[in-house]
């Protein structure tokens, strides 16, 4: 009992309050017996005073790390996985240097990847994408990426004119002559699954910083529509509009990006969609709708909720539907003889 007398001495200037050590240090006296120092002073211990030490420690077992030691939470060890080696015994290698396109600016921090190109930025967790930490990476900056980063700290608000006084910098027109060249990414790894994981993931996030991607949908049906609101409107997932409401004319084709859709698809009343963050949407025709955004997971999981507000009918095809979709139509049963 001596070592656990130790021990919370030793841990009351780390973890545990005044209050806790002293319940460890009670405890200790208890459990040691007739030869602790409770005996030579005459204290009794109760078994009251042994449960509400025992119910402090648990207490202050039960709190986070980060707030018994005032630390952040370390991140967590990468979860080790066996390689599977091919059929001959030999481990194979995969390997893929990934360019960065001119217009595209990447830098990692943190094993974090941020990218950032003429349509936006994205980021992406490359340890989230392999906990295992079966996939090595390297990233080299290109000279293009180190001089758009210095001139964007260096560079005025304002641009200004050259002076036609002063005599032409040749050591600019020099380096300019030369092509820059782009950053790049190289990944490698024993384990197929990992490594195309994170490089599909790459990939797609240049795709959608350069130009982004697209979803269309369409609805089939009498009297079915789908229209932009060019509008505020209320930010719920969606909801039906009141039957006094006001609608402007919309004409078609409708190329500017609007927030939220308006769905007559046959329910008494119309339906507004506002559309999340990061999502947008063009209206060419009553029957055409398009989906703009950076990451194709997320589009693709908004046209598949406004799709879900009329699926199409398996007998006649009404509703909506994904453009690059292909419903089967189901023959109708004969009536009965």
């Given amino acids: 009992m001596s070592l656990l007398r130790a021990a919370a001495r030793s841990l009351s200037c780390n973890f545990y309050s005044s209050n806790a050590c002293t319940s460890l240090l009670s405890l200790g006296d208890f459990a040691a017996g007739p030869s602790s120092a409770s005996v030579e002073t005459g204290a009794v211990r109760s078994d009251q005073a042994f449960s509400d030490a025992i119910g402090q420690l648990r207490g202050i077992k039960s ?8 630390r952040p939470t370390p991140s ?3 979860v080790f996985e066996k390689v599977k080696p091919s059929d001959d015994g030999e481990i194979k ?6 360019r960065f396109p001119e217009g595209v600016r990447a830098h990692v921090r943190d094993s974090i990847l941020h990218v950032v190109g003429r349509a936006g930025r994205l ?3 490359l340890q989230s994408l392999d906990p295992t930490g079966a996939v090595s990476y390297k990233f080299i900056p290109g000279s293009s990426n180190i001089t758009a980063e210095a001139s964007s700290s260096t560079a005025p608000s304002t641009a200004t004119q050259p002076s036609s006084s002063s005599p032409p910098d040749t050591s600019s027109s020099e380096s300019s002559s030369s092509s820059p060249s782009s950053s790049m990414l ?5 384990v197929k699954d990992r490594f195309q994981t994170v490089n599909d993931e790459v990939e797609a996030c240049i795709k959608g910083v350069s130009t982004g991607f697209l979803v269309g ?7 079915y529509r789908m229209e932009p609101i060019d509008e505020e409107v209320e930010r719920k997932k969606w909801y039906f509009e009141q039957a006094n409401a006001e609608s402007r004319a919309v004409t078609y084709p409708f190329t500017k990006a609007v927030n939220a859709v308006r769905l007559k698809v046959g329910y008494s ?25 950076l990451q194709l997971p997320h589009l693709q999981k908004v046209a598949g909720e406004i799709r879900a507000l009329r699926k199409p009918n398996v007998y006649t095809g009404n509703g909506i539907q994904l453009m690059t979709e292909t419903v089967r139509i189901k023959q109708r049963k004969a009536g009965g003889k």
């Fill in 63 to 70: 709190k986070p790390y980060s707030i018994r030691s005032g």
């Fill in 93 to 98: 290698w995969h390997r893929s240097a990934i």
């Fill in 123 to 125: 980021k992406v967790d």
């Fill in 186 to 190: 190289i990944l490698i790894s024993p």
């Fill in 76 to 78: 967590p060890w990468p």
């Fill in 269 to 293: 009343r119309s339906v507004v969609f506002p559309l999340p963050k990061g999502t947008l949407a063009f209206c060419l025709k009553p029957n055409q709708l398009y989906l703009y955004g």
């Fill in 217 to 223: 949908l369409t609805v089939k049906g009498v009297g």
